[in-house]
C-alpha cells in the first residue's frame, strides 16, 4: 500500500501539523528543529546545511540511507547522500517522473512506499532497500528538489516520520531559497569587485599587451577562465587571427585564423551579437582549430563577445571553462559583455598604435635599405688606387668582427668608411651608433658611453643605457678618439676584452655584443709615445688600419668627385642638372683642400644653389686659397716629374697597394683623354691630333672609359 500525502505549496514549517491538529512526536520535532537551528548558526554553506537535514533525517526516523536530489531542468541531481556510495551518486541520473523520487518532483507530493518490491515506479539504485519515503522541498510554489530516506525493513517509516521529514523538505527549501539570495549577493558582489580590478587595471598601463594580460588573470581568478584570447578585425581584411591569448601556446594562436562567418569566432563578428556554447562538444559550430579548448572528463564551456566602437565591430573578446551550471554560464556572459564595452577604446589606442608601429618599421625597413644603398661600395666615389686600395679592405674585413681603426684628416670620409663597412656586414639589420669623443666633455662622455644608474650621481633621475648597449648586435662608430681621457681609455680596453660595460653606480657589469670601429685625425703613435694614448689600447683597436688619404694626395678623383656632387645637390634641390666649366676644374686640381672631400661636397652644394646658368664658373664660387697652407706650396714649386715621382715612391711604398702598373696607367689614360676632349670640346679627331695619337686608338679608348 502506498501512501500520499498533499502538501499545500505554501506550507511553511509552523503550518505542518499531524491528524489531531498537533505534532505527534513533540520531542523529535524539537529536536529536529534544534540540530537545524545550531547547523545554521555554524555555517552559511547551503551543501554542508542540506547535509545535516539529512543526517538528522536518517537518524530520528530509523533510515538506512538518504539523498538530497536537485531538479535541473528535466533530470535529478543527487546533491548529498548517506550510504549510497560515491558510484550511485555520480552515476545515477534520473528524470522528473521517473521512479519514486521523480514522481514526487513531478507532482510536488509525498509518497510513502513500504514495500518497494510492489511498487512499479521504483527504480533500483541499491540492492537491499525495502521501503522509502520521499518529500518535495517547494520554493515559491515551484518544486526545486526531493529529499528521500531508504530502509532494508519492510514498512519502516511512519506518519509521524512522515510528518518529520515534510518539516525537513520544507526548510531544506527556505535554506536553498536563502542560498540563492545570498549567491545572488555573493555573485554581483564578485562581478563588482571583478568590474573594479579590470577598471584598475585598465588604468595602470599604456601598454596594451600587459593590460590583456592583467584582465585574463583576473577573470582566470575570479570567474576560473581557463583560456581567454582577443581576437582584433583588420579593416582591410576578412581574415581573423588572434592577436593576444591566455593559457594559450604560440602555437595554438598561430592556429587561431578565421574568416568573417566561419566557426563561432567568425559568426560573432559577422552578426554583432555574443555567442555562448555550453557543450563544445555538442556544438557543430565549435571549430576547435586552435587545440586549446580540449574535451576531458569535465563540460567545457566557449564564450565569444564582440567589441564594438562607433558602431562597428572592431574585435571578439572570448574564453573557455568548465561548465557549472546553467546560471553561472548565463552570469560569465553578462560579465564578458560589460568587459567589452569597458576594453573596446583600449582596443581602439591599441590598434592605432599597432598601425603606427608598422608604419614606422615600415620607414624604418625603408630606411635602412636607403642607408645600405647609401654606404654601399658604389658610393665610395674614387678610381684612384689608394681609394681602391681602402675598397678592397672594407670587401675584405666587412664580413669580420674585427675592430677596425681609420687614419685621416678631418673631411676625408672616415665616417663615410664606417658606414660601409657596417652596412656590407653581418650587424647590418642592427643598430649602427656614432659617438663624437672630441665634441663631449669628459665628465659627460663616460655616462653617454657605458650609462648610470638612478642615483648614481646628482641628476640621475632615472636609469639610463649607454651608447655600448644602445648598439647592442651593431657597430659603434667612435670618432675621434684620439680626444678620450686616460680613464675612459682604461674603461674602453675593458670593453673591447671582457665585452662588457660598466655603467656608472652599477653593481655588475653588462655584456654586449658590439663591433667597434674607431676613427681619429691625430698621430696616434706619437700620442703613445708620449704618453697620451695607452700603448694596449692602440693595439686592440689597430686591429685592421686604414688609411684614408687627403683629397690632395689623390687629386685624380676630384673631377670624378665634383661630378658626383652635382648630381647628388641637383637631385636634393630639384634644379637641372649642372656641368663644371674648364676654368673650374683648372682652379679645383691647383687647389690644396684643407678641408679634404667635406669642402669640396660644400663648396659644389654652394655652387649649386647659386648659379643661374647650366654650367659652374670660378666666378660662381669662393676665391680657393692656399696662401695659409705650406705644404701644397711646395708643392706647386715642384716640377711635374719630381711630384710624379713622388707620388710613385709613395704608392710602392704602400702594401696595401695592388694591380699598382694596371692602376696607374688606366688613371694617367684616362685623365689625360678627358682634358684633351675638354679642351676640344669633345671633337674626338682635334684630340687625337692633339695628343699625336691615332683617332682609331682615341675612339677605342673614349669608348673603354666611357669618355
Same mark, same amino acid.
Given at each position: ?27 523529535? %520535532?524539537?529536536?529536529?528543529? #534544534? ?12 551543501? &554542508? ?65 513500504? !514495500? ?34 531508504? =530502509? ?7 506518519? #509521524? ?79 581573423l587571427k588572434i592577436s593576444l591569448a591566455y593559457g594559450m601556446t604560440e602555437e595554438e594562436m598561430a592556429k587561431g585564423q578565421y574568416a568573417r562567418g566561419e566557426g563561432i569566432v567568425g559568426r560573432v563578428v559577422e ?10 562538444? #555538442? ?100 678610381? $684612384? ?33 664606417? /658606414? ?22 669628459? *665628465? ?22 649607454? &651608447? ?50 674607431? @676613427? ?8 703613445? #709615445? ?48 649642372? &656641368? ?9 686640381? @691647383? ?46 714649386? *715642384? ?5 710624379? =715621382?713622388?707620388?710613385? %715612391?709613395?704608392?710602392?711604398?704602400? $702594401?696595401? =697597394?695592388? /694591380? ?17 676632349? !675638354? ?7 682635334? @684630340? ?11 675612339? &677605342? ?7
Open positions: 500500500m502506498v501512501k500520499k500525502v498533499n502538501l499545500s505549496k505554501d506550507s511553511r514549517l509552523g503550518s505542518l501539523q499531524g491528524p489531531e491538529g498537533e505534532f505527534s512526536s513533540p520531542d523529535s %520535532r524539537l529536536a529536529i528543529l #534544534q540540530e537545524i537551528t545550531l547547523a545554521l548558526n555554524s555555517t552559511l554553506d547551503p551543501m &554542508k546545511l542540506l547535509e545535516v537535514l539529512l543526517d538528522s533525517s536518517i537518524r530520528y526516523t530509523g533510515a538506512t540511507t538518504g539523498s538530497v536530489i536537485l531538479i535541473e531542468g528535466d533530470t535529478l541531481r543527487i546533491v548529498a547522500s548517506r550510504g549510497l556510495g560515491q558510484d550511485v551518486q555520480e552515476k545515477v541520473a534520473l528524470r522528473v517522473g521517473e521512479g519514486i523520487t521523480g514522481w514526487v518532483a513531478k507532482h510536488g507530493e509525498a509518497l510513502c512506499v513500504p !514495500d518497494v518490491r510492489r511498487e512499479e515506479r521504483y527504480v533500483m539504485v541499491k540492492e537491499h532497500i525495502r521501503s522509502e519515503l520521499a518529500v518535495p522541498m517547494i520554493l515559491e510554489n515551484r518544486v526545486v528538489g526531493v529529499i528521500s530516506v531508504d =530502509s532494508t525493513s519492510e514498512d519502516n517509516f511512519s506518519d #509521524q516520520d512522515l510528518e518529520l521529514l515534510t518539516i525537513v523538505g520544507t526548510q531544506a527549501a527556505q535554506i536553498l531559497e536563502n542560498a540563492q539570495s545570498f549567491s545572488e549577493l555573493k555573485r554581483r558582489n564578485v562581478q563588482d569587485e571583478t568590474l573594479l580590478e579590470i577598471s584598475q587595471a585598465l588604468g595602470s598601463s599604456l601598454v596594451f599587451e600587459e593590460l590583456f594580460s592583467q584582465v585574463s588573470e583576473i577573470l582566470a581568478r575570479r570567474c576560473e577562465l581557463s583560456q581567454c584570447f582577443l581576437v582584433l578585425v583588420q579593416p582591410d581584411s576578412d581574415e552578426s554583432g551579437e555574443p555567442i555562448g556554447v555550453r557543450d563544445i562538444s #555538442q556544438e557543430p559550430k565549435f571549430l576547435g582549430r586552435t587545440g586549446a579548448f580540449r574535451v576531458g572528463s569535465e563540460q567545457m564551456t566557449f564564450m565569444a563577445v564582440p567589441i564594438s566602437l562607433e558602431g562597428r565591430i572592431v574585435g571578439v573578446l572570448g574564453g573557455a571553462k568548465p561548465f557549472h551550471g546553467d546560471k553561472e554560464f548565463d552570469q560569465d556572459m553578462a560579465l564578458l559583455q560589460i568587459i567589452t564595452g569597458t576594453l573596446a577604446q583600449a582596443v581602439k589606442i591599441y590598434q592605432d598604435a599597432a598601425s603606427e608601429r608598422e608604419q614606422l618599421l615600415e620607414e624604418n625597413r625603408m630606411l635602412k635599405a636607403e642607408l645600405r644603398e647609401r654606404y654601399n661600395f658604389e658610393g665610395i666615389v674614387g678610381n $684612384s688606387p689608394a681609394i681602391q686600395a681602402i675598397f678592397q679592405t672594407i670587401v675584405s674585413v666587412a664580413p669580420t668582427r674585427s675592430t677596425v681603426l681609420i687614419r685621416g684628416e678631418s673631411g676625408t670620409g672616415k665616417e663615410l668608411i664606417a /658606414n660601409a663597412i657596417h652596412y656590407n656586414s653581418p650587424r647590418a639589420e642592427g643598430p649602427f651608433v656614432r659617438v663624437n669623443c672630441a665634441a663631449i666633455p669628459e *665628465q659627460l662622455l663616460e655616462a653617454e658611453l657605458f650609462g648610470y644608474r638612478k642615483g648614481s650621481f646628482t641628476g640621475a633621475i632615472s636609469d639610463r643605457k649607454g &651608447k655600448f648597449v644602445v648598439a647592442d648586435g651593431g657597430t659603434i662608430f667612435l670618432d675621434e678618439i684620439g680626444d678620450m681621457s686616460p680613464m675612459l681609455q682604461a674603461k674602453m680596453l675593458r670593453v673591447l676584452q671582457e665585452r662588457e660595460v660598466d655603467a656608472v653606480g652599477a653593481d655588475m657589469p653588462m655584456g654586449v655584443d658590439v663591433r667597434v670601429i674607431a @676613427a681619429t685625425h691625430h698621430d696616434l703613435e706619437k700620442l703613445v #709615445q708620449d704618453g697620451g694614448f695607452r700603448e694596449d689600447l692602440y693595439y686592440r683597436l689597430n686591429v685592421v688600419p686604414i688609411a684614408v688619404p687627403a683629397l690632395r694626395e689623390h687629386s685624380e678623383d676630384i673631377r670624378l668627385l665634383a661630378q658626383h656632387f652635382l648630381e647628388k645637390f641637383a637631385l636634393e634641390n630639384e634644379t637641372p642638372q649642372l &656641368k663644371l666649366g674648364k676654368d673650374v676644374l683648372r682652379e679645383f686640381m @691647383a687647389y690644396s683642400w684643407p678641408g679634404n672631400v667635406r669642402e669640396l661636397e660644400n663648396l659644389i652644394e654652394r655652387a649649386v644653389i647659386l648659379c643661374e646658368g647650366t654650367t659652374i664658373h670660378a666666378a660662381n664660387l669662393p676665391p680657393l686659397r692656399d696662401d695659409v697652407h705650406s705644404a701644397p706650396q711646395a708643392r706647386t714649386e *715642384q716640377g711635374f716629374d719630381s711630384s710624379v =715621382s713622388e707620388h710613385f %715612391r709613395e704608392l710602392l711604398g704602400s $702594401s696595401a =697597394s695592388r /694591380n699598382i702598373w694596371a692602376n696607374t696607367m688606366e688613371v694617367v689614360e684616362r685623365t689625360l683623354l678627358s682634358e684633351a676632349l !675638354d679642351s676640344c670640346d669633345g671633337v674626338r679627331l682635334r @684630340a687625337a691630333d692633339l695628343l699625336g695619337i691615332h683617332r682609331n686608338t682615341l675612339r &677605342k679608348k673614349a669608348d673603354e672609359f666611357g669618355l
